[in-house]
Nanobody
Framework: QVQLVESGGGLVQAGGSLRLSCAAS????????VGWFRQTPGKEREFVAA????????DYADSVKGRFTISRDLRQDTVYLQMNSLKPEDTAVYYC?????????????????????WGQGTHVTVSS
């Protein structure tokens, strides 16, 4: 099973940008949908964005639409989350995860129960 290695978190001021990376280790992403979730203390892990590997079909949470962009690099087997116009409420631990590829070419899962493998998480802090 592919392992997920996240990087790119850090501290940034409100309005700034960060790019998170999720690299595949020990395998490739070609059988999966790759998603990003985030979690703050006391809250459930919430969906942020996801991308299908084959068709690059994407989906976003309403809270990040227009500010975040998810993309993938086929050669590097890496998924990126470009986060612009960051807000203090974006502060969280961000996790990447994989879900099995659906027979529906356009289907992009949002439910965290559909994602079976998870990275270790990377911290993002946005100061006001």
């Amino acid at each position: 099973q592919v392992q997920l290695v996240e990087s790119g978190g850090g501290l940034v001021q409100a309005g700034g940008s960060l790019r998170l990376s999720c690299a595949a280790s020990g395998g490739t992403f070609d059988k999966y949908v790759v998603g990003w979730f985030r979690q703050t203390p006391g809250k459930e892990r919430e969906f942020v964005a996801a991308i299908t590997w084959l068709g690059s079909i994407t989906d976003y949470a309403d809270s990040v639409k227009g500010r975040f962009t998810i993309s993938r690099d086929l050669r590097q087997d890496t998924v990126y989350l470009q986060m612009n116009s960051l807000k203090p409420e974006d502060t969280a631990v961000y996790y990447c995860a994989t879900a099995a590829r659906s027979s529906d070419f356009y289907y992009v899962p949002r439910n965290r129960d559909e994602f079976r493998s998870w990275g270790q998480g990377t911290h993002v802090t946005v100061s006001s």
